[in-house]
């Protein structure tokens, strides 16, 4: 990279900070670092109630009766100062996400197909060919806000969202590509569905996923 | 002492189980959900003797019934609803005894949204992630995440209660109908335009019906932002005011998600979150602008002023 990213570390209300690369589309190493910047800062438990990292930004609240937001601030710049020497190298291993693709599993698959004059196979093999980072988890409970996709297969959301979207589905919005861990209302564009449980209250460890994760798609079924 | 403290005859709009919520899950995408009025909550609950974030009944616009199915304490704040016991005007922040078969009704208020129900010894709901909030759009907390119906009977959560307490002058909260929220910009501001940055904080918006404990969409002058720029989804907190392209905005509150895709104009300070609570569809909403030196001050200066009451209360 020519230049060197530099994030923004600005104050979010009276409880936030807010670091972020503000980059177009989908930077790895804005990505990398936030998490990595993420990783120290929750080790630092007396201060930070909430560290939420994202694509290229980070969110930390803290108690403001406890910590006054000057030294809140210093704080996060110090642990960026640590990081930005050297990024920490991650040691995520990478899961394995089992997908039905097309059909039922995946009502817009035709959809991105024609935007990128490819096969329904030609897609599969894109979408299932990287291995994608977990950026950020939200906007619900077990949704999982995955990297970039492949470049043909980039693709709008639906101007009106579904009313429902099954849980388990795997959608593309823009370069952004994801999974719904819940049944929820949606916008994005549904290729294929995984029979993995992303979400699962009732379980002792009811998330499948977490920011920070590699995962990558197993094509299941029959390709013919 | 088995079998249930009371039983819903009617649920209402919609009346969930709440405590102080579940917070610090927001990267998992978990909200920290728990009363929408933390204040209100926290009275109820100090009323009856209980300590300050045992869950109780939250009740929103009103139409709930229920009735008692032991001998017990309660205590009514937030919006008023008109509450009846057996068809008796029932006072507002006061600790009544009620009896086996006592019926007591809400009707719906015209001054905020909800109000919170404390029984003595606080109720009983599953826990998830260390609280009994319900949270419905994932369907946890409370009873099987969702909202009270006919038919459910609430257990006692067998707290230990100091007894009955009533409420100094003065500590009780006047509610309006126009929710005035102190505010402080945040991080796209600079997106919004110079028409914008000056009416947001003078004219006042109107709640519209798509408000629930996720969020507050609002209707007043358009605000416009001075350049398009796609936004990749990224954190917001409760209190958060983003703008999405229609220019309407949308406020989030204690059930919303935990990321959003549109620009973040403000964020409500810490002191008036509780005031989220209380926006009901028509309330009228508007923002002032809070220094970065006050939003502390006020804070502080709350918080002490209610912990006196109410030993570990936080805003």
């Known amino acids: ?224 | 002492m088995s079998g249930a403290v009371l039983k819903i005859l009617k649920g209402g709009t919609q009346t969930t189980l709440q405590d102080a919520g579940r917070p610090g899950h927001r990267h998992l995408g978990i909200p920290k959900s728990g009363a929408a009025d933390r204040l209100s909550f926290a009275l109820s609950n100090y009323l009856v003797g209980n300590p300050w974030d045992a869950p109780a009944l939250e009740c929103t616009l009103g139409g709930l019934h229920i009735r008692f199915l032991k001998q017990t304490r309660i205590a009514i704040s937030g919006a008023d609803m008109k509450a009846q016991i057996n068809g008796m005007n029932l006072g507002m922040n006061r600790c009544v005894p009620v009896e086996p078969g006592d019926i007591l009704t809400f009707s719906f208020g015209r001054i905020g949204c909800r109000a919170y129900i404390s029984v003595e010894g606080g109720l009983k709901g599953e826990s998830f992630m260390g609280s009994v909030s319900t949270y419905i759009p994932a369907g946890f907390g409370g009873l099987e995440g969702r909202a009270y119906r006919a038919g459910d009977e609430i257990y006692s959560a067998e707290l230990d209660s100091s007894g009955a307490n009533t409420l100094p002058f003065g500590y009780a909260p006047r509610l309006s109908r126009h929710i005035v929220l102190r505010a402080r910009s945040v991080t796209e501001w600079d997106w919004l335009s110079p028409a914008a940055q000056r009416y947001i904080y003078t004219s006042p918006f109107h709640a519209t019906s798509d408000t629930d404990r996720m969020g507050a969409r609002l209707r007043g002058d358009k605000i416009d932002l001075a350049e398009k720029k796609d936004m990749v989804s990224s954190p917001i907190l409760p209190g958060t005011l983003q703008i999405p392209p229609s220019g309407q905005p949308i406020l989030a509150l204690i059930d919303g998600h935990c990321t959003g895709g549109y620009p973040r104009a403000l964020q409500v300070i810490t002191a008036d979150l509780w005031l989220l609570g209380q926006i009901a569809p028509s309330s009228p909403v508007s923002f002032r602008r809070c220094s970065p030196e006050d939003a502390p001050v006020i804070l502080r200066g709350r918080n002490a002023f209610y912990e006196g009451l109410m030993p570990g209360f936080r805003f």
């Open chain 1, 1 to 224: 990279m020519a230049s060197k990213l530099i994030p923004r570390i600005r104050p979010f209300g009276d409880n936030g900070i807010l670091i972020s690369y503000d980059v177009k589309g989908y930077s790895e190493t804005a990505c990398k670092t936030v998490h990595a910047l993420g990783d120290i800062l929750r080790t630092q438990e007396d201060i930070w109630t909430n560290v939420i990292p994202a694509y290229d930004s980070l969110m930390v609240t803290f108690n403001p009766m406890m910590t006054k937001a000057d030294s809140a601030l210093h704080n996060v710049e110090a642990a960026y100062e640590k990081i930005s020497k050297r990024l920490p190298k991650s040691k995520s291993k990478i899961i394995e996400v089992p997908v039905y693709y097309g059909g039922q599993n995946g009502p817009d698959m035709q959809n991105i197909c024609k935007s990128s004059k490819l096969s329904e196979d030609q897609v599969i093999k894109r979408h299932s060919k990287i291995t994608y980072r977990v950026c950020l988890m939200g906007f619900i409970p077990g949704f999982a806000f995955l990297s970039e996709t492949d470049k043909k297969l980039h693709h709008p959301r639906h101007e009106t969202p579904r009313g429902l979207v099954s849980p388990g589905s795997i959608g593309i919005a823009n370069w952004q590509t994801g999974i719904y861990g819940l049944e929820s209302p949606g916008g994005w564009q549904i290729i294929g569905r995984t029979p993995l449980s992303i979400f699962d209250s009732k379980r002792k460890n009811p998330f499948a996923l977490k920011a920070g994760d590699m995962i990558r798609f197993v094509p299941q079924g029959d390709p013919s």
